[in-house]
């Protein structure tokens, strides 16, 4: 049967993506935040995940104002990186799981969660960072990727405690795939950042690494925390970390932190990153 053995969060700064790109990760600037993820890339290799659900959320490359699901599902063969108006990264196409991810979306619909079923889309810095943080700069991504795409641009969001539900689905329907898959589930965007207005900018290390450290022990209470508070003490874009309960949600009670990483700046977002393994 498919299994999750493990749940990776990072923040998805697009300026990451940029550095690799352009080969900057030596450079000063970047090399702290690049440093941060050289344990999980070996952590990687030893684990090789067939599949990783990525949870994200799209900036306007795939959907904007005339669309925007809640909860979306990628079920296609494949997905290329959009173009984000500098042209599309030069990172490899992402191969889809067509049969997991159909039987998640059948599974979560079943169980009361009204995925939105995508067949085409192209995926943004949301969902290429991340790979790229986690395998480096490769010919081909060494696994195939269910993306979970996530409203956190436009007002409302889901709550974090819908999001901790919908891993829990996501969860269970995993286990009731019968092909033998070592699956990984991702949570991306975050931590703290505002992009715009008077308080862009803003970073606040101590309720992140709080975030952190909740993610690992009190869990609960994180399922509760409403967007207001996000907005107030990490900004506008803090909102991001809904995804992360995705993922939290969709490992067991106990967890094993396996890496965790903090690291301010990277452009003008905190860089967040924790491996949990399902105990
Ligand atoms: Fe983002």
Known sequence: MARITAGVASSHVPALGVASDFDKTEEAYWKPAFAGYEWTREWEKEQKPDVVILVYNDHASAFDMKIIP????????EYKPA??????RQVPVVKG??????HIAQSCILDEFDMTIINEMDVDHGLTVPLTMMFGKVPEWPCRVVPVAVNVVTYPPP?????WALGEAIARAVESFPEDLNVQIWGTGGMSHQLQGPRAGLINKEWDNRFLDRLEGDTQELRYIPHIEYLRETGSEGIEMVMWLIMRGALNDKVKQAHRFYH???SNTAVGHLILENA
């Open 264 to 266: 301010v700046p990277a």
């Open 159 to 163: 709550s974090g405690n819908r999001c």
């Open 83 to 88: 173009d984000e108006g500098w042209g599309p």
């Open 70 to 77: 809640t909860f979306a599902i990628g079920c296609s063969e």
């Open 97 to 102: 799981h067509p049969d997991l991810a159909w």
